[in-house]
Nanobody, 122 residues
Framework: QVQSVESGGGLVQTGDSLKLSCAASARSFNRYIMGWFRQAPGKEREFVAAITRSGGSTYYRDSVKGRFTIARDNAKKQVYLQMNSLKPEDTAVYYC???????????????WGQGTLVTVSS
């Protein structure tokens, strides 16, 4: 089981960058696939990015490819999401979560954090 706490959100302008962090408490953090998801007002939660246990493989939704980078530090039990060239449509609450297998499906992930709000103004 992974307990996650996200941080790093804020209010930025179009084109700015932000780096989100997710601190996990699992004893065996490196056993889990870690993912970032987001939920905009009035919309369903959607996959953003995921990273495998060793960090050797990463996955992104098409709309963030080339702009967002997911990374992890297993020694620190942290997952990061570097977001560049932010757009107003990136505005959402961002969550991290864990999974036992690589997936882009929300239902495959557990132990959601409380989220961190990212607001991108135009």
């Amino acid at each position: 089981q992974v307990q996650s706490v996200e941080s790093g959100g804020g209010l930025v302008q179009t084109g700015d960058s932000l780096k989100l962090s997710c601190a996990a408490s699992a004893r065996s953090f490196n056993r889990y696939i870690m993912g970032w998801f987001r939920q905009a007002p009035g919309k369903e939660r959607e996959f953003v990015a995921a990273i495998t246990r060793s960090g050797g493989s990463t996955y992104y939704r098409d709309s963030v490819k080339g702009r967002f980078t997911i990374a992890r530090d297993n020694a620190k039990k942290q997952v990061y999401l570097q977001m560049n060239s932010l757009k107003p449509e990136d505005t959402a609450v961002y969550y991290c979560a864990s999974s036992d297998s690589p997936s882009t499906r929300t239902v495959e992930y557990d132990d959601w954090g409380q989220g961190t709000l990212v607001t991108v103004s135009s």
